[in-house]
């Protein structure tokens, strides 16, 4: 059937609209203005053989100019009117299929028509309707979310008018904070449209636990009516009426009480929109609010506090679920996912005088905005102290004196080393199912290896030194910062050596052309007799032996390998062949060292001749050498995780491989939709659920559209902190400073590595660096980040190689352009565009 009432609707042909209406007529107390639909089956009949042949062409403006001509000159059938009452003015909105989703809205993409009357009217307006389809704004947002124009189908809802005093939205959690507990409540005088389209200011109410929480009234010039023969005008509001609330306090909570039975019945957060007539509420409109992040489940009712694992590990791309799975098992406390992400629940730290002091004081250091947002949290009260004391968070606990000796250090990296090569040795012997029992049992040996007490004093010692050499330098020589060039060119840090270590790939190239060639057409695999192809693939082999296990995104261990995608690697060879000289590794490790030992130099003599110089002379120098032995270890550990979790990827996809020729999966990488127990069952049983492994595809691809919060509550509130700083620019970007200096170049915008071409001196904006971008930082001057932390990868790495760098630049990427100059303040923690 081409037209069907409410009660007749199916999804499948009457669109997301359509259908949430139809659900929306049947639950009791919910008022729904009384209509029909022309189905999917009326546009596919009449409008889709039209226009097939424009549909792969349909991005251009041009074409969908002429797509949109098509379709409403298309001559419609009556009786698809055949319900409409002559004389009876009808409201006329589109319906797609690919509208009002669980993961995209496409709100506001089609066309609706007010206070349509007549059947000839209303035919016309249908046309409009399905030509709505095809407006530029339609098509991109499609194109961008992946929908392809042929599948996407248009019914039409027409609907009696409802004539309102007032009108508006409703959000069942606020669209601002994301909170689920507070509903928020726009409304204006007459018809939506003006509300809705933005041409107006809009009374704001906020709905909380039955209450109105916050109130604030516009001042409301414009509302739009219906016209007596048919569409609308706006009109100007009396003076006097301007300032009034378009609802009453009474009107606001029935108006709530109707939001929460709604959502209650979508089982999700909704976007409603909704009118007042004659004193009674009548909703038009509800869909789901796809903008959303997810909340952690958790075991109980009371309030708790999340914080992003994402954040501290520079990874905040959603993880699939074995590679959530099996972070999991690595991880030294419970964590919980929502969103694709992992965060762990601090709510028992904040019940805590001990732990809120480390958790605001400790990460307030260590990244700004989670500081502030957590003493935000904290002075609501939202989590209630707990009379007694936890016990003192090790990080808060007194530094333990450790000797300054490097054989301490070499003797960590040997002990982590010796581990993994007895896995690689073990791990070859486990057929099948056992392998997941034998990969369980070794997350018990790496986190004894994560928890060894004298590595966690190696690291920190190294920390505390650096604090303690920016503290005392800025109070007896008023210098900020100087542990960042203290750091240059420290020993046995195994990330900034690997960037070190392409460069001499490069140099090892250089001198063949017929291999850069190879390269330039992206090929890796030279062939024989080929001049300089053995030196070539024997030097790109040598550095995938050390450190083929990296990768962009490396805590999921589903993300590619170098060693598995060792072209990733080809640009920024050839990158480091166009943009350094030969020897430029030495070169730049060398130009650290003395400068390093430079400023300590200085430093040490300045500080003699201060009053008790000898005595700060000789206290700053300890310190200086602690730090210079043992801040390079603070990136061995995550290269030890990273290493040993290519061990286990490379017998899990051994494992996969079976299964696919056991016609088991379809493809090797399905095992990655799965977590590491349903991954084992798989395994075990022989048997695996298709439908679940692409439902989590498309949640993989949901989640990828989020921006995944630092601070989260259970109500869903996203809280977020921002940065106290005065004595800045005006439009200066604040953020956290990292590595001290200052610099001015050109910004390279990058959103993925592998994509990355650098020309020498840009500067390098992205959202965030792990360690397998440290390849990339000896072709750049200065680095901004959206996230980041004083000891996360990006920052130390920064500091090793001397690069200013500023993290934690909320939206850097989104607010810079490529080539477009700026000022990075490293030591202030500021960016300026130039």
């Known amino acids: ?81 055949a319900r409409v009452e002559e004389g009876v003015a009808y409201a006329v909105r589109s319906s797609a299929t690919a509208e009002d989703l669980p993961t995209a809205s496409f709100a506001g993409q089609q066309d609706t028509f007010l206070n349509v009357i007549g059947r000839a009217a209303i035919l016309d307006h249908i046309g409009k309707c399905w030509a709505s389809l095809f407006t530029e704004r339609a098509v991109a947002y499609r194109v961008q979310n992946g929908f392809d124009h042929r599948q996407v189908h248009m019914a039409v809802v027409v609907q009696e008018m409802v004539f309102p005093q007032a009108a508006g939205v409703l959000f069942t959690a606020d669209p601002v904070t994301s909170n689920r507990k507070v509903i928020a409540i726009e409304a204006n005088f007459g018809l939506g449209e003006a509300l809705v389209s933005g041409r107006v200011n809009a ?93 952690p489940v958790a075991a109980d009712r009371e309030n708790h506090v999340y914080l992003s694992v994402g954040h501290q590990q520079m990874m905040t791309d959603p993880l699939k679920p074995l590679g959530r799975s099996m972070w999991q098992l690595k991880a030294g406390r419970p964590m919980f996912e929502a969103g694709g992400r992992l965060f762990v629940d601090v709510t028992a730290e904040l019940a805590s005088t001990g732990g809120r002091q480390f958790l605001s004081g400790g990460m307030g250091q260590h990244d700004p905005l989670t500081g502030d947002a957590l003493r935000t949290i904290i002075e609501r009260d939202f989590v209630k102290l707990v009379p007694g004391e936890a016990p003192v968070h090790k990080l808060m606990q007194p530094p333990v004196p450790i000797e300054n000796d490097p054989a301490i250090v070499a003797g960590l990296i040997a002990r982590n080393q010796a581990s993994v090569d007895a896995l690689r040795q073990a791990i070859g012997m486990k057929p099948g199912p056992a392998l997941f029992d034998f990969v369980r049992e070794d997350h ?88 300089g192809g053995v030196e070539a693939r024997n030097a790109i082999s040598a550095f995938l032996d050390k450190y083929g296990i990296r990768g962009a995104g490396e805590i999921d261990i589903t993300r590619p390998r170098w060693a598995e995608q060792p072209a990733v690697l080809i640009p ?79 017998a899990l996809m051994q494992e996969a491989d079976r299964l696919v020729r056991a016609n088991v999966l379809r493809e090797r990488e399905d095992c990655f939709y799965l977590t590491f127990d349903e991954f084992h069952e798989v395994s075990r049983s022989n048997q695996v659920d298709d439908q679940l492994i692409a439902r989590r595809k498309a949640e993989h691809q949901a989640y990828e559209k989020l921006t995944p919060p ?56 992205t959202a965030f660096t792990d360690p397998s971008w440290t390849t990339l930082f000896v072709s750049i001057k200065g680095m901004v980040t959206e996230v980041g932390g004083l000891m996360t990868h990006g920052a130390v790495i920064a500091r090793e190689f001397g690069l200013p760098a500023v993290v934690g630049v909320e939206k850097a990427s989104k607010l810079f352009k490529d080539w477009q100059r700026f000022r990075v303040h490293g030591t202030e923690g500021y960016v300026e565009l130039l």
């Open 203 to 295: 009374d704001s109410y906020k709905v909380r636990d039955g209450e109105v929480v916050e109130k604030t009234v516009a001042t409301k010039k414009l509302a739009t009516y219906a016209l007596a023969d048919g569409g609308t005008e706006e009109w100007e509001i009396a003076a006097e009426r301007q300032g009034l609330a378009a609802l009453t306090d009474e009107q606001i909570l029935e108006l709530a009480r109707l939001g929460r039975q709604i959502e209650a019945h979508f089982g999700q957060p909704q976007d409603i929109e909704w009118c007042l007539a004659d004193g009674l509420f009548y909703i038009v409109q509800s869909r789901p609010i796809t903008t959303l992040f997810p909340i």
């Open 444 to 531: 018990q040996e790496q986190k004894q290896l994560m928890a060894d007490p004298l590595s966690a004093r190696v690291y920190m010692a190294a920390i505390n030194a650096s604090a303690w050499i920016n503290e005392h330098m800025l109070e007896w020589l008023g210098e900020k910062n100087v542990a960042d060039t203290l750091s240059q060119s420290v020993p046995n840090n195994v990330t900034s050596e690997m960037g070190l270590a392409l460069l001499d790939v490069a140099d090892t190239i250089r001198p063949y052309p017929a291999v850069i060639d190879y390269l330039q057409r992206g090929e890796l695999d030279f062939p024989d007799g080929l001049d």
């Open 710 to 765: 630092r601070v989260l509550t259970s109500e869903g509130e996203v809280v977020a902190g921002r940065y106290k700083r005065e004595n800045v620019p005006p439009g200066a970007l604040v953020g956290l400073a990292v590595s001290s200096g200052l610099v001015e170049g050109r910004a390279r915008v990058i959103a993925r590595m592998e994509d990355a071409t650098l020309e020498e001196g840009d500067i390098l904006v």
């Open 1 to 81: 059937m081409s037209v069907l009432g409410f009660q007749e609707l199916d999804e499948a042909k009457v669109g997301g609209k359509g259908a949430n209406l139809a659900a929306l007529s049947r639950v009791e107390g919910v008022r729904v203005p009384a209509g029909f639909c022309i189905s999917t089956d009326a546009y596919r009949r009449l409008v889709g053989t039209s226009i097939d042949d424009l549909l792969d062409r349909a991005q251009t403006a041009e074409v969908s100019a002429e797509i949109r001509r098509v379709i409403e000159g298309i001559v419609l059938p009556e009786d698809l009117v």
């Open 572 to 650: 920024m060879i050839l990158g480091n062949i166009k943009n350094c000289e030969p020897g430029a590794s030495q070169r730049k490790f060398e130009q650290g060292r003395q400068q390093a030992q430079d400023k300590e130099q200085e430093l040490l003599e300045r500080l003699k001749q201060l009053p008790d110089g000898e005595q700060k002379a000789s206290e700053t120098k300890a310190k200086i050498d602690l730090l210079r032995t043992f801040i390079g270890y603070r990136e061995y550990p995550k290269y030890g995780i990273v290493n040993r979790m290519f061990v286990h990827k490379q």
